[in-house]
Every structure is written in structure tokens, then in C-alpha cells.
Nanobody
Framework: QLQVVESGGGLVQPGGSLRLSCASSGFTKGSYAVGWFRQAPGKGREGVLC????????NYIDSVKGRFTASRDLARNTVYLQMNSLKPEDTAVYYC???????????????????WGQGTQVTVSS
């Protein structure tokens, strides 16, 4: 069964760091990209970034450049989202999603991601 599961959310103070994990199962190694998305209260979902099967990162929004990055542990089938210098406006439910539409390359739209996790809450507040 193909699935992805996020973990690692929580409460953090402004300026702090948090690392989210996205564990995948059922996928062929090297065949899928993983995207991170978020949805703040009262707002629509937005893409944060995507990491390809080879580790190349595509940023979807400018506001996280230089603060957020992603990495993959192929042995653990896990992708990480490292979030540094967090701001209150980063507060949201964060989702990871997987896609094999382009055989491991990142895609440009959320609708091309076919497997979604349940989300994990990140709250940035003092």
C-alpha cells in the first residue's frame, strides 16, 4: 500500500527550528518526488518546496528560501523538512505528498501529487 506519513510538528518560539519527517512506504526507490505543503488557518493550501528522487530541491514560495530546506534518507524512505528561523506566519498544518508522475522529478502543481499524508500542526508562537 502506497502511503506517506508526516511527523514532528509542535509548538516552537519565533526564531526557533523544527524538523518534520515524511515516511513513505510502498514506493519504488528513486521513482518519486516528495513535496511539502502547508495550510494556515483561514487560508488556502500553498506549496513550500519539493525534493526530487536525486535530492534536487525546488522552492515553491520565496518566503522560505534560506530558512527551509529538505533532505532525503533513502535507506529509511524518509524525507525531512528542516525549518529554521521560524516566524509566526509559518504557523500552519504541514503536509507531505508524493508523486511519481515524472519518475522522480518535481512537478509544478499540487494536483500532480497523488499520495498525501494526514498533516502535522506547526505553531510558531511566544
Amino acid at each position: 500500500q502506497l502511503q506517506v506519513v508526516e511527523s514532528g510538528g509542535g509548538l516552537v518560539q519565533p526564531g526557533g527550528s523544527l524538523r518534520l519527517s515524511c515516511a513513505s512506504s510502498g514506493f519504488t526507490k528513486g521513482s518519486y518526488a516528495v513535496g511539502w505543503f502547508r495550510q494556515a488557518p483561514g487560508k488556502g493550501r500553498e506549496g513550500v518546496l519539493c525534493i526530487s528522487s536525486s535530492g534536487d530541491i525546488t522552492n515553491y514560495i520565496d518566503s522560505v528560501k534560506g530558512r527551509f530546506t529538505a533532505s532525503r534518507d533513502l535507506a529509511r524512505n524518509t524525507v525531512y523538512l528542516q525549518m529554521n528561523s521560524l516566524k509566526p506566519e509559518d504557523t500552519a498544518v504541514y503536509y507531505c505528498a508524493a508523486t511519481s508522475v515524472l519518475n522522480g522529478l518535481c512537478v509544478s502543481t499540487a494536483r500532480m501529487f497523488t499520495f498525501w499524508g494526514q498533516g502535522t500542526q506547526v505553531t510558531v508562537s511566544s
